[in-house]
């Protein structure tokens, strides 16, 4: 563990976070039928964005697999080494962008106006409670070598 920091301050895993959108998205479309609204080839666009934020974040995974780092979001301390190639070249988080992408396209299925509502509410919550945290271990373990990453690569896109 990296001196000065004792933990993240996120306690829910980003996979299960995604779950409670995705949960919170359909909740809210079903109390708010009134937002409903028609959308012709919702099911083709929500299958691209879906499959589009598997990809992002299933080539985020082998990125950091192939570099034998942790994929452990719970445990950015047990990283072996900063990983700046690959996908890491676009976007510093791309598994989160994954799943922000595949909510998306949860909520273009669900289409109802209130559920991509959530969208900035997953996105500010994991950039507080879990990218932040993650940033300053990476910055504590890594130094100058990730100040530079951090201002050469954006965090989302």
């Avoid at 950091?64 to 988080?93: C, E, K, Q, W």
């Avoid at 994991?126 to 050469?152: C, K, S, V």
Wanted: with cysteine.
């Amino acid at each position: 563990m990296i001196a000065g920091d004792r933990t993240l301050e996120l306690r829910i895993p980003p996979l299960l976070l995604v779950a409670l959108c995705a949960a919170a998205m359909f909740g809210c479309a079903r109390l708010l039928p009134s937002l409903d609204f028609a959308l012709p080839g919702r099911l083709a666009g929500a299958v691209v964005l879906a499959g589009a934020g598997i990809g992002i974040a299933t080539a985020g995974v082998a990125t950091f697999r192939r570099h034998g780092t942790t994929v452990n979001p719970l445990t950015p301390d047990a990283t072996a080494m900063l990983v700046s190639g690959g996908i890491y070249r676009v976007s510093r988080n791309p598994m989160y962008l994954g799943m922000l992408v595949l909510l998306a396209g949860w909520a273009l299925w669900l289409a109802n106006a209130a559920a991509p509502l959530l969208l900035p509410l997953f996105v500010a919550y994991l950039n507080r409670f879990q990218i932040a945290p993650e940033e300053r271990l990476l910055l504590a373990r890594f130094g100058p070598q990730f100040a530079h990453y951090m201002a050469t690569v954006r965090r989302w896109l």
